[in-house]
């Protein structure tokens, strides 16, 4: 029996997805989009066009409670004041968000609350993502939250007015899909290298249409931030959202954070929470596994996170594809990037390092980072964007700021910074930079900018070296 | 959102799969009101060099091209980024509706939304209308909502599968958030329920 027809006449053990959806419709159909509701949305400067949207209907925000907001894509990370904004059209950017969440009465973790980052990175630092809940954001990675058992995905701006005033979305139900990882992680390969490794083998539209549940033993081992990272790049492989279920390290991470559940409800969120998981029959639509042990450090060679290939692996050849629109395509790409064929990806030049972005900002990754740079330089222009304030101040409580300035990196205040170059910070035109961010797409950095995706660990080692670079050979 | 019902119109093939909403609208322009329109920032990257002239290559420069109302894309088209400028700049442009294989979810959603019609047929019958198009450009295509029908220039006919919620929606140029509004008892009655029940919900 198909799962969509089990899950509706409740005659199979549900995946943890339709166990939240149902959970969350207000008004079903037989066919097409329900109407669900939405228990966050978290706003960033994009939103500008949903407000002016708010206002022209004469609307207001009708849940503000559970809305959250936080400068992070057009935010100056060379200092913390409006006027650090690289042009007055991003200064604006910033005091307009300031006046919309004023106006819709929103919380608002503004450009010098010690609260503000990436949306993604403040949503569980501050306890506001939680298992359970339906979150959006019109930001498309806004699955890094699935990481804690909740649904929540990318929208637009129509959408998000649509949230604003109804605290609702019609939405069709995905198809499912669980990627499986099990084994042991090697040393010198995080969680990026995995996510990078699953997108590699499904391709950058091979869960379209679906919602991913990740599981395994290797996802387990997994600390919170590892899975993050993971459910951050689910849209990389086209998916709607992305999840883990949650368990003991979940609810051990949220515990006693700000907007987590009081200790009063503590007990009955938790019991709630563990109603969550799939159950052990429960049917998926589709099924992929990975085996965990055989993954390897990860870098991406072209302008789409599906071009990606263990640093040991070489540049592909265009005239080894099979398929036609393939080989145009791999051929497009290696001119966009400036690479040879056959090019050891360990001998690949780079001009600049990038350690920030939701994918991998977190304090975990400015630890693995500097794992590797301690006593070591870069020998090439680098910088690090902390993923929220809370993150720079804890990595500077433990001296994590000083290795990476006597490394010779920029430490910066936080925000999207140089993955989404809204902000001022770019990567010049042909400039190579090995980025922990979540995009290779052409002109993604900056125009003409050429991109490596790669865990932080990797990219500090790309740092000290000057090119691409197995941080395994750099590990005691 | 405008009504759509049926538009016949010239049709451009965009080439490549994965084409990404960063490709779509460059992120610099996503700072603009939308009251200038942003037409002139579609596909800017690949129409215009960093001079701001046009390339010859690329197929919205080109005749009969340029007059193309409805985009024949490959798999995979608009993913990546989740910013609805990608849609305002198709729609700005004078774009229609787009056939292809598949699209980025958050894309085909904010397509919908907007009245721009994206039409989902199978791989191998959208490469053969691409090809058809390089060949012989121009004919147009008719995409007729009301009798969920696409019409080839060849005249081969094949269904239109929308969902009949977004159907009516477009048809009729339903407001969405009008219609939602409509089931604010039922809303309200949820919320009474599920936030009773989820306490921790708004600390």
Same mark, same amino acid.
């Given at each position: ?316 050849? $265009?005239? &080894?594809? +099979? ?5 145009? #395509?791999? !051929? =497009? %790409?290696?001119?966009?990037?400036? /690479? ?106 900056? $125009?003409? &900018?050429? +991109? ?5 660990? #990797?990219? !500090? =080692? %790309?740092?000290?070296?000057?090119? /691409? ?8 | ?203």
């Amino acid at each position: 029996m198909a799962r969509e027809e089990s899950a509706r006449t409740g005659t199979a053990r549900k995946a943890m997805f339709d166990k939240i959806w149902d959970r969350h419709v207000i008004v079903a159909r037989d066919q097409g989009p329900s109407l669900i509701y939405i228990d966050r949305d978290i706003i960033h400067e994009g939103s500008f066009h949903a407000f002016a949207d708010m206002k022209r209907r004469g609307l207001t925000v009708r849940k503000p409670r559970q809305m959250f907001g936080t400068p992070d894509h057009y935010v100056p990370t060379s200092g913390r004041s409006i006027g650090d904004a690289a042009t007055p059209e991003i200064a604006r950017m910033i005091s307009q968000f300031d006046k919309n969440m004023q106006w819709g009465g929103i919380r608002n973790f503004g450009l010098r609350d010690p609260r503000q980052g990436i949306v993604h990175v403040v949503g569980p630092e501050q306890g506001i993502t939680l298992p359970g809940l339906t979150i959006v954001c019109s930001d498309s990675h806004t699955s890094t939250h699935g990481a804690l058992g909740a649904i929540a995905f990318g929208i637009g701006q129509s959408e998000n007015a649509h949230v604003m005033a109804t605290q609702t979305l019609w939405q069709a139900r995905p198809r499912t899909m669980r990627i499986t990882i099990d084994g042991t992680l090697a040393k010198g390969v995080h969680s990026k290298d995995v996510i990078l490794a699953i997108i590699g083998k499904i391709g950058a539209g091979g869960a379209g249409g679906h919602a991913i549940e990740y599981a395994g033993q290797a996802i387990r081992a997994m600390s919170i931030e590892q899975r993050l990272t993971i459910c951050n790049m689910s849209i990389e492989a086209a998916a709607r959202c992305g999840m883990v279920a949650p368990d003991d390290t979940t609810f051990e991470y949220l515990h006693g954070r700000p907007f987590a559940p009081s200790e009063a409800d503590w007990d009955d969120a938790v019991a709630y929470w563990r109603t969550l998981p799939s159950e052990a029959d429960a049917v998926f639509d589709s099924e992929v596994e990975l085996d965990g042990g055989a993954i390897e450090p990860m870098v991406t060679w072209g302008t789409s996170p599906q071009d990606t290939l263990p640093i040991t692996g070489f540049v592909p050849d $265009p005239a &080894a594809q +099979t398929d036609a629109a393939h080989r145009e #395509m791999v !051929a =497009a %790409a290696l001119r966009y990037m400036g /690479l040879e064929p056959g090019t050891a990806l360990a001998d690949v030049p780079i001009d600049r390092v990038f350690i920030g972005s939701c994918t991998n900002s977190r304090l975990e990754d400015l630890r693995a980072a500097a794992a590797v740079l301690k006593g070591r330089k870069a020998v090439v222009p680098a910088m690090v964007v902390p993923g929220s304030t809370g993150v720079k101040l804890a990595a500077e409580a433990e001296g994590i700021d000083r290795i990476f300035r006597d490394a010779g990196f920029e430490w910066r205040e936080s925000g999207c910074s140089m993955c989404a170059a809204m902000n001022g910070d770019f990567v010049k035109p042909q400039e190579r930079c090995a980025s922990t961010s979540n995009r290779n797409f052409v002109g993604r950095q900056g $125009p003409g &900018a050429r +991109t490596h995706l790669m865990s932080p660990a #990797m990219a !500090a =080692a %790309a740092a000290v070296t000057g090119r /691409l670079t197995d941080v395994r050979r750099m590990m005691s | 959102m405008q009504a759509f019902i049926k538009e016949t119109a010239l049709a451009a093939p965009i080439p490549g799969r994965n084409v990404d909403t960063d490709q779509i609208i460059p992120a610099r322009f996503l700072k603009a009101d939308r009251s200038a329109g942003y037409g002139p920032f579609l596909f800017h990257d690949l129409r215009f060099t960093p001079d701001g002239t046009e390339r010859e290559d690329f197929v919205l420069n080109q005749e009969p091209h340029r007059q193309a109302r409805i985009l024949v894309t490959d798999e995979n088209f608009g993913c990546g980024s989740s910013r609805e400028g990608a849609v305002y700049a198709l729609c700005d442009y004078g774009i229609k509706a787009l056939i292809g294989p598949s699209f980025g979810d958050i894309f085909y959603n904010n397509a919908l939304k907007n009245g721009l019609i994206p039409v989902r047929l199978p791989e191998e019958v959208v490469a053969g209308l691409r090809r058809e198009l390089l060949t012989g450009p121009e004919r147009g295509i008719t995409i007729d909502l009301e009798a969920e029908r696409v019409t080839f220039p060849d005249g081969t006919e094949h269904a239109l599968a929308i969902d009949p919620f977004w159907r009516e929606c477009i048809m009729k140029g339903v407001d969405e958030v009008e219609l939602t509004l409509g089931y604010m008892p039922q809303i309200r009655d949820f919320e009474d329920r599920y936030l009773s029940e989820m306490r921790w919900i708004n600390r």
